[in-house]
């Protein structure tokens, strides 16, 4: 019987990583400060977690990559029909990355 080869399913986590925050590296930063004082993020994280809201953004490493990162934003975005454009997104969560999570390009 023949093995299936596993290297590249093995390599598939490591690919999507390597293109981590690549992701953001057009997105407009100004945009996404601007949306994130708008859309009162922090404010409902703050409610969510207590103190200024920035522990939901680490919460137990559920977010370790950038397309995680990216899928929680629009997940975000979704569930409180926010209705953002895909760079809007983008911009959000490059200013997520740069300010907590720190995923390399």
């Not at 390599?11 to 949306?35: M, T, V």
């Not at 103190?51 to 997940?75: T, W």
């Amino acid at each position: 019987m023949k093995r299936p080869l596993l290297i590249p399913a093995l390599a598939l986590p490591a690919l999507a990583h390597a293109q981590g925050a690549a992701l953001f590296k057009d997105a407009d930063l100004a945009l996404g400060e601007k949306l994130l004082a708008e859309h009162q993020c922090a404010q409902c994280h703050a409610r969510q977690v207590g103190g200024d809201g920035s522990a939901i953004y680490r919460p137990n490493g559920r977010i370790n990559n950038a397309r995680l990162l990216q899928a929680m934003v629009e997940n975000c975005s979704t569930r409180l029909n926010l209705q953002l454009f895909p760079e809007e997104l983008a911009a959000i969560a490059a200013v997520l990355n740069r300010d907590h999570y720190r995923f390399k390009p």
